[in-house]
């Protein structure tokens, strides 16, 4: 009887193990949901001399390396530019300067980007040490800001708490793994979101529709669900936590008699991005988390992709409107 017990309880002790890690596997899910989530994206401003600052958005991918769109870059750096990127969101703030020149590049696109075809290779690198570029402080204004010393900030920091976590973690993040897909067309498993910042202001924006990756275009595709202009180069990110894209273009595509469509586009890490980022950050880029999208972040679908391929080769002889 004893020995039967002993057999029992043993045959228990499995049941219970399964049970705690089909737990933990979903511990993930919905991890980016929150601002706080977004803390590796920011927005930042390209300066040149006798013309206005363009504003874009970046993810941070590796601890000196930060994704954005070609698109905002590519013109405006050719011959040299200032990118400030805004770090926190709280009434006083930092921003972080890097000098780009053709001489001492800081900023890197995608060789093969084409400001005539939209979406496709719309994708740049820039580096940047938060910790050891020079900054400006600032407390923010209704109608302008007003520069305030280190000394002034810190003693910010140390009335705010909250302040201060934050600024620990911009400098420290948790880095998104990347989300790698191969060549073929999928609808991406997930539920996509992405984080709109302007003057320090954060919102989240989710995604209700399928999001389809197409082989033909080379990137992805879903109805718009408000991303506009300034949030280019932003990241899209799943809600298990993966980077899977960066913000590129919406279309617009009106028919007479017909219902207008509004797609919004981004590229996603395809063998083609990721080479061009091995190309560019060396070793660093051995560093970055990536994870394949087969099988586990997508499904194969039989969606019509005839119409967003019509209207973006359309676009590619008429031009892009890029968020």
Known sequence: MKRLLWIFLCLLVPC??????????????DS???KEDFWHTFEYYILQPGRNAKKCQATRVGKKWFATAAHCVADACARGCSLRIDLLDQPVSVLSQVRHTPKNPQVFVHPRYDPQKPV??????????????PSTYYRRGKEQNIAISRTAFNAYLKQHPQARREFNRVLRPSLPPLLVFDGETYRIDRTLSVISIFDGERTILHNPNQTDY???LGFAYTQNFGVRQGMSGSGVMTNTGELAGIISAHLGIHAPGQADQNYFMFAVFNPDLTSFMESVMGSDYYKLERRDAYPHYIAKTRRDHRAIIRAVRAAGLSGKKSP
């Open 120 to 133: 496709v290779h719309d994708f740049a690198l820039f580096k940047a040490d938060l910790e050891r570029v």
């Open 16 to 29: 219970a193990l399964t049970a705690q890690v089909s737990v933990l596997s979903v511990v993930n899910e």
């Open 32 to 34: 980016h949901t929150q």
């Open 214 to 216: 197409v082989k033909e």
